[in-house]
C-alpha cells in the first residue's frame, strides 16, 4: 500500500518570492499537503522564467513585489513560456486594487499574505482544478458592489486607469511613505517615482500634491 502511494504523482508548484522568510513558510505550508510538493523557488523574474522552464511546474505561486521586474509582466512570460501553468498571486498589496489585473494577465487566484494558512490551501486546491479563487472578503463585496458600483474605490477615484506601478505608488502615498520610502521599497529611482506621482495627478485630475496625499490616503482606508 505504501508503495502505491508512493507512485501516485504530486502536483508540482514553484515558488516565487523574494522575501526567504515568506518563502520559507510558504514552502512549509505547502509541502504540509501530501498531493504537493515545491519543485523549485525563485526570488526574481529571472530565476522564475528559467525555473519555469526548467520545471513546467502545474501551479505557480508568484508574488507581485520583486524587484526586478513588474508583477503581472511576469505572470505573461510565464504563460507565454508555459501555458498550462496554473498562477496563485500571494501578494501584500490589496486585491482591490489588484486582483483584476492579475486575472486579467492569466491568473487564476489572488489571495493576500495575510490570509489564514487554511485559504492558501484551498486556493491551491481549487486552481489545480482549473477554478478560479478569490477571499471570501472580495468575493463578498464584489455582489456589494453589484448592486451599488459607486461604492468601489476604484470607481469614485478612477485609478482603473493606472499602471500597475502607478497604482503601487499610489497606494504606498496613501499609506504614508515619502518619495524616497517609495523608490527603496520599490527599487526604483527618486525620479521615476516623481514621475509617477506627476502621471496619477494627471490622470485623476488633482492638481497638486496636497490633493494627490488626501486622495490616496481615502482611497487606502475605503480599500480595507
Known amino acids: 500500500m505504501a508503495k502505491s502511494k508512493s507512485l501516485i504523482q504530486k502536483c508540482k508548484v514553484l515558488v516565487i518570492e523574494d522575501f526567504p522568510l515568506v518563502r520559507d513558510s510558504l514552502i512549509s505550508l505547502?509541502?504540509?499537503?501530501?498531493?504537493?510538493?515545491?519543485?523549485?523557488?525563485?526570488?526574481?523574474?529571472?530565476e522564475a522564467l528559467a525555473q519555469v522552464v526548467k520545471h513546467t511546474p502545474d501551479l505557480i505561486c508568484l508574488d507581485l513585489g520583486l524587484g526586478d521586474i513588474d508583477g503581472f509582466d511576469l505572470i505573461g512570460q510565464i504563460k507565454d513560456l508555459h501555458k498550462e501553468a496554473k498562477i496563485i498571486v500571494i501578494s501584500m498589496f490589496r486585491e482591490e486594487t489588484y486582483a483584476e489585473k492579475a486575472f486579467l494577465a492569466g491568473a487564476l487566484a489572488y489571495i493576500m499574505k495575510s490570509e489564514a494558512p487554511e485559504t492558501i490551501l484551498k486556493a491551491l486546491q481549487s486552481v489545480r482544478k482549473?477554478?478560479?479563487?478569490?477571499?471570501?472578503?472580495?468575493?463578498?463585496?464584489?455582489?456589494?458592489?453589484?448592486?451599488?458600483?459607486?461604492?468601489?474605490?476604484?470607481?469614485?477615484?478612477?485609478?482603473?486607469?493606472l499602471t500597475n506601478r502607478e497604482n503601487q505608488v499610489f497606494q504606498l502615498i496613501g499609506l504614508g511613505y515619502q518619495t524616497r520610502q517609495i523608490a527603496i521599497r520599490l527599487g526604483i529611482g527618486v525620479k521615476t517615482v516623481e514621475t509617477h506621482r506627476e502621471n496619477i495627478k494627471n490622470k485623476l485630475g488633482l492638481e497638486h500634491s496636497a490633493a494627490l496625499v488626501r486622495e490616496a490616503v481615502v482611497w487606502v482606508r475605503k480599500s480595507r
Open 130 to 161: 482549473g477554478n478560479t479563487f478569490v477571499s471570501a472578503r472580495i468575493s463578498m463585496q464584489a455582489m456589494e458592489e453589484g448592486s451599488d458600483s459607486s461604492n468601489s474605490p476604484k470607481t469614485s477615484f478612477g485609478t482603473n486607469r
Open 30 to 46: 505547502i509541502e504540509s499537503d501530501l498531493d504537493y510538493e515545491v519543485c523549485g523557488y525563485a526570488e526574481n523574474g529571472k
